[in-house]
């Protein structure tokens, strides 16, 4: 039985309420953005800054910044550091679905883990996420849905030097949007209990 399953996914393609169906199901911890507060709490790290740096690459990193003096670089750096450690920490415990963060390559030495990559078609995504903000346009959504993975995209390559969404990061990749969420849940549950 894998006891770490690790969720990565477009914005939108339904990883969180997947992934607390997974920990529901396999009476496993469920982790997702709200690491982020206690990692900043744990790294002296302002709560309130946290969240502006949150999947934020650096825009000065230079080469002359050491990579090795931890209270010198940027916030987003800090955090991502110390982010890691904190999902580390996890994994050695098991038995926990963690939604984002990197975990996939954080975790990828890890033997009982199982890594997921979500996906969707772009309309599906955005006609979900229309129903979650009902107030908000549909031209408004995709922007945030496209300029979300992007950032995503970004962060990934820059912390983890690979590819966001590329197959061979992840044991499976899943389309929601046409499985559905439900069978999605069912296919990682299998895959986990093997």
Known sequence: MKTIITISREYGAAGGEIGKDLASE???????????????REANIDVEHA???DEVVPANFGFAQSLFDFYNRPLSEKLFSAQSKVIR???????????GRNAN????EY????????????????????SRFPDTTP????EQVEM??????????YYTNTEFGAARYYDICL??????????VRTILEMARN
């Open 148 to 157: 979300i993975d992007k950032q995503r995209k970004k962060y990934c390559s």
């Open 105 to 108: 390559c954080i975790l990828k």
């Open 26 to 40: 396999l009476g496993y911890e469920y982790y997702d953005k709200a690491i982020i507060l206690n990692v900043a």
């Open 51 to 53: 969240d502006k740096w």
């Open 175 to 184: 389309d929601t949007g046409r499985l559905g969420i439900e069978q999605c």
């Open 111 to 130: 033997d009982r883990s199982l890594h997921v990559f979500l996906h969707a078609n772009i309309k599906w995504r955005v006609n979900r996420m229309q």
């Open 139 to 142: 031209e408004k959504l995709l």
């Open 89 to 99: 920490d996890l994994g050695e415990q098991g038995n926990c679905v963690i939604v």
